[in-house]
Each structure stands twice: as C-alpha cells, then as structure tokens.
C-alpha cells in the first residue's frame, strides 16, 4: 500500500474496475513541456529537472492535496504529466506557496526562459464532479482515478460508460460483462 491507501502499480487487477469519487470533487491536472530547440539543453533541461523535484515533494507531504503518484508520458519532443488533486483550492495553494518548489521554478522560467522559444510549457486542469467522470480498467494494476481515489468493482458503478455517467437507466452494455 502505499501512503494515500492505495495500493502500488504493479499488481494486475483480474476483473473490471472503475474509479469512484463518490460524492466529491477532484481535479485532473495535466501538465507538461515540449523542447522546441534541441540543442539549447541550458534552456530545456532546468525545466525538465524542475516537475521531478516537485513531485517528490509533493508525494512527501500528502497534506498538500496530491492524490497519488503522478505519471508520466513522453511523446516525441513533449512530456506530459497526469495528477490528480484533492481540491483546486490544494493545487492552487501549492502553486502559490513561497515554501514550495514551484513558485521558484516558475519564476526562473519567466527569467531564463520566458517568450524565447526554446521550450514551451503547458497546463490543463478539470475539476471533476461526481456524475461527470466514468472510467474503467479491465486486467490493469491501479491506475489513473481508482489509483487516485478509489477503485470499485464496474458492477457496482455500472456496466457501460453511460450508465456510470448517469445518462441511462438501462445498464445493457454493447458486449456481455464479466
């Protein structure tokens, strides 16, 4: 388990599992940087060492909001970051905080970096709200929202994406469940 109570990645889950939020909110945070000139590494490279710091910091103090270990994707020249928050409000804060690793990188990015061109930075964020989210995972290890909140049997949510949307009552799923 790790110290949100879930559990690692790794495991595979044989069955069918959706993310749950119950009644809450949560925030979905993609961010990222795409290198634009490869061979202005002392552009590039201090962004790209800056999400790691974070991230451990972030994943030492779970009263910051971070719901679990954030993952990364690399495609091509473009690094993107998925996170779950607690709150806009936690990430927020935490993108505020003088005592915290991000406020420092943002502004040394602005100073070094800034409009040159070398390498862009990008960020999306979604509050989540019970009834607008649907997931599932089928012979996956935790992963994405159940990794981050909850995972439940996709029985229990519904056996088709509308059904754990809310959208219908009829919960005949196009293929048979198992």
Not at 75 to 92: A, K, M, P
Request: aromatic share 8%.
């Amino acid at each position: 388990m790790n110290e949100r109570g879930g559990r690692l990645m790794g495991r595979v889950n044989q069955k069918r599992v959706a993310g749950d939020i119950g009644e809450r909110e949560v925030v979905l945070f993609l961010i990222g940087m795409r290198v634009n000139q490869l061979w202005r590494v002392d552009r590039w490279f201090p962004v790209a060492t800056a999400m790691p710091r974070m991230i451990v910091e972030l994943m030492k103090d779970p009263s910051r909001g971070l719901l679990s270990r954030p993952r990364t994707f690399v495609s091509g020249r473009t690094v993107c970051v998925i996170q779950y928050w607690n709150s806009f409000e936690d990430l927020e804060r935490y993108a505020r905080a003088s005592d915290a690793a991000h406020l420092p990188a943002w502004r040394s990015f602005n100073r070094r970096v800034k409009d040159n061109g070398t390498v862009g930075i990008w960020h999306e964020t979604y509050r989540v709200t019970p009834g607008s989210v649907e997931s599932v995972y089928v012979n996956m290890p935790d992963f994405g929202l159940a990794q981050a909140v909850a995972g439940v049997p996709a029985a229990q949510r519904g056996q088709s994406a509308a059904m754990r949307l809310g959208l219908r009552d009829d919960d005949t799923p196009p293929v048979a469940p198992y």
